[in-house]
């Protein structure tokens, strides 16, 4: 039997890897921190946009060559070069127009193509939290409705496998689904219906088959599918032009993938939704990595520790309660104040279960505590919150896994 060669990595390099995972995760959890309290602002900047490039292109559409007209106070003309007449023939007339008082040229068409991709990036990505892949894979067929038996419907948005080899349907929300709307509506104006083209897959190196992909746009004589570098570009352009104005953009960028750590903190954890759900929904499948993906100091979460605290520090300034005392069973009672409501939920009675208590050491065990631990007792002198004596679990058991 030949002698077997000893493994090249040497035990000492796998040491600090639990480490490295958690400064890993602050990093992350830091980045989501910066970035969230600045999506308002980003989203608003691609809006506003979006807004300004379709007027334009209304009003420019409806004047001929020459004319001017005005939007937001400022004075354009319409234009058409003598290559935009050539092409005619063969293509769709653009449009372009002449700032009066600057004399730039602005290929309206253009301006308001980019701008409204780039507003149906946004809009899709931090409502819907899916990939960066899974958006570019997004077809008209992943649109699917769900009815209810009393009679409700619910539009679906069917994910296609990517990361994890596994497809997932989520529901959709009102705005995603008048985001989704806009782009089916923008493919088949005049009644044509959505383009069927090849997506190439950069990862597996293949094309794929022909598909009504919703993120396409015409470029030339042919349409194509937006890649993924082309959305992550346009982020960055729009955070570059955001830097401008806002300081906290300066020397900062949004990714495709910071737009599902925001959701996955605030619009799903946060929000009350459990987090099993949330892995689902964001397609983990491993929880603990939905768990990291949750940023810990997220301003929901913060929010409820100060309303909570408050409430709590808010008796001292109260009448006096007329809360019915703690029963000796651990049954908590519910305060009738006018000033601030308690936030604490009554505790369920305990189940009734019988026990035996045949054993010496039982019998020895439970006269012991149940004169130490019951706060209705006469001779306890302290009174002591409900559970203040409860038994801890032990380490790794069921019940400390469960409460972290």
Same mark, same amino acid.
């Given at each position: 039997?030949?002698?077997?060669?000893?493994?090249?990595?040497?035990?000492?390099?796998?040491?600090?890897?639990?480490?490295?995972?958690?400064?890993?995760?602050?990093?992350?959890?830091?980045?989501?921190?910066?970035?969230?309290?600045?999506?308002?602002?980003?989203?608003?900047?691609?809006?506003?946009?979006?807004?300004?490039?379709?007027?334009?292109?209304?009003?420019?559409?409806?004047?001929?060559?020459?004319?001017?007209?005005?939007?937001?106070?400022?004075?354009?003309?319409?234009?058409?070069?003598?290559?935009?007449?050539?092409?005619?023939?063969?293509?769709?007339?653009?449009?372009?127009?002449?700032?009066?008082?600057?004399?730039?040229?602005?290929?309206?068409?253009?301006?308001?193509?980019?701008?409204?991709?780039?507003?149906?990036?946004?809009?899709?990505?931090?409502?819907?939290?899916?990939?960066?892949?899974?958006?570019?894979?997004?077809?008209?067929?992943?649109?699917?409705?769900?009815?209810?038996?009393?009679?409700?419907?619910?539009?679906?948005?069917?994910?296609?496998?990517?990361?994890?080899?596994?497809?997932?349907?989520?529901?959709?929300?009102?705005?995603?689904?008048?985001?989704?709307?806009?782009?089916?509506?923008?493919?088949?104006?005049?009644?044509?219906?959505?383009?069927?083209?090849?997506?190439?897959?950069?990862?597996?190196?293949?094309?794929?088959?022909?598909?009504?992909?919703?993120?396409?746009?015409?470029?030339?004589?042919?349409?194509?599918?937006?890649?993924?570098?082309?959305?992550?570009?346009?982020?960055?352009?729009?955070?570059?032009?955001?830097?401008?104005?806002?300081?906290?953009?300066?020397?900062?960028?949004?990714?495709?993938?910071?737009?599902?750590?925001?959701?996955?903190?605030?619009?799903?954890?946060?929000?009350?939704?459990?987090?099993?759900?949330?892995?689902?929904?964001?397609?983990?499948?491993?929880?603990?990595?939905? %768990?990291?993906? !949750? =940023?810990?100091?997220?301003?929901? @979460?913060? /929010?409820?520790?100060?309303?909570? *605290?408050?409430?709590? #520090? +808010?008796?001292?300034?109260?009448?006096?309660?007329?809360?019915?005392?703690?029963?000796?069973?651990?049954?908590?009672?519910?305060?009738?104040?006018?000033?601030?409501?308690?936030?604490?939920?009554?505790?369920?009675?305990?189940?009734?279960?019988?026990?035996?208590?045949?054993?010496?050491?039982?019998?020895? %065990?439970?006269? !012991? =505590?149940?004169?130490?631990?019951? @706060?209705? /007792?006469?001779?306890?002198?302290? *009174?002591?919150?409900? #559970? +203040?004596?409860?038994?801890?679990?032990?380490?790794?058991?069921?019940?400390?896994?469960?409460?972290?």
């Amino acid at each position: 039997m030949g002698a077997i060669a000893p493994c090249p990595v040497s035990p000492a390099e796998f040491r600090g890897g639990g480490q490295r995972r958690r400064r890993i995760e602050e990093r992350s959890a830091d980045r989501t921190r910066v970035r969230q309290p600045l999506l308002p602002a980003l989203v608003a900047h691609v809006e506003d946009r979006h807004q300004h490039a379709k007027q334009l292109l209304d009003q420019a559409s409806a004047v001929a060559e020459g004319d001017t007209f005005t939007v937001v106070g400022r004075v354009y003309r319409r234009y058409l070069s003598p290559m935009d007449c050539k092409r005619t023939r063969h293509e769709t007339r653009p449009v372009r127009a002449v700032g009066v008082a600057t004399g730039e040229v602005i290929h309206i068409s253009t301006l308001e193509d980019n701008a409204f991709w780039e507003w149906a990036i946004v809009e899709t990505l931090r409502h819907s939290g899916v990939r960066i892949e899974e958006l570019a894979e997004l077809s008209h067929l992943s649109i699917r409705q769900y009815e209810r038996p009393n009679g409700e419907i619910i539009v679906l948005l069917v994910i296609a496998p990517s990361k994890t080899d596994r497809e997932r349907v989520i529901p959709m929300s009102t705005e995603l689904f008048h985001i989704i709307a806009q782009i089916v509506r923008r493919h088949t104006q005049g009644g044509q219906p959505i383009a069927m083209v090849s997506r190439f897959d950069a990862h597996d190196k293949v094309w794929s088959i022909p598909l009504p992909f919703l993120f396409q746009r015409q470029r030339g004589t042919s349409r194509h599918v937006i890649t993924p570098s082309t959305m992550a570009l346009m982020l960055r352009r729009r955070c570059a032009a955001l830097a401008e104005q806002h300081p906290g953009f300066r020397g900062l960028a949004f990714t495709p993938h910071d737009f599902r750590r925001i959701v996955s903190a605030t619009e799903l954890i946060n929000s009350g939704l459990p987090i099993h759900i949330g892995a689902a929904l964001l397609g983990h499948l491993n929880i603990q990595t939905t %768990r990291a993906a !949750t =940023s810990p100091s997220s301003t929901t @979460t913060w /929010s409820a520790t100060t309303s909570s *605290t408050f409430s709590i #520090g +808010a008796t001292t300034d109260r009448p006096p309660s007329t809360a019915t005392p703690v029963a000796p069973n651990g049954a908590s009672s519910r305060s009738t104040s006018t000033n601030a409501e308690s936030s604490w939920a009554p505790a369920p009675a305990p189940t009734a279960r019988r026990v035996s208590t045949n054993t010496p050491a039982s019998a020895a %065990r439970c006269s !012991t =505590s149940t004169r130490r631990c019951w @706060t209705g /007792s006469p001779s306890s002198k302290k *009174t002591s919150m409900p #559970g +203040a004596h409860a038994r801890r679990p032990k380490t790794g058991s069921a019940r400390s896994k469960a409460s972290t």
